[in-house]
């Protein structure tokens, strides 16, 4: 199988700060110490869900309650399928709690098989 490549914002430190949909997308870049490069998609998110998570310092954004590297859930505040991206300034750590409460409308199954029917 192929892998997919994406176009990424990255800073001076070389950090994935923000992952394009496409190419248009990424030539409007505005902070000027950032460069735009390729990487594999799935190298591109694990990069961003790192920097969350030692953002989040073992806690969970938005109510505080201890959570792990394993527990944690990468959310994105603005959903991709309403114009937002995958960013650090779009994502945040969370616990299952909150993340099925920001998905309340959508009913999640977070990390669940589904049945076999």
Not at 89 to 106: E, L, P, Q
Request: net charge positive; hydrophobic share 35%.
């Amino acid at each position: 199988m192929r892998k997919k490549n994406v176009w990424v914002e990255v800073d001076m430190d070389g950090d994935v700060v923000r992952v394009f949909k496409n190419r248009s997308a990424a030539s409007r870049v505005t902070d000027l110490n950032n460069i735009v490069v390729q990487m594999e998609y799935t190298a591109a998110v694990k990069a961003v869900r790192e920097a969350i998570v030692i953002r989040g310092h073992g806690f969970c954004e938005l109510c505080g309650s201890p959570i792990t590297k394993s527990n944690g859930h990468m959310h994105e505040q603005k959903h991709r399928g309403k114009g937002g991206e995958i960013s650090l300034a779009n994502s945040v750590f969370i616990c299952s709690t909150c993340h099925a409460t920001a998905h309340k409308d959508r009913n999640p199954r977070f990390s669940k098989k589904p049945l076999d029917i």
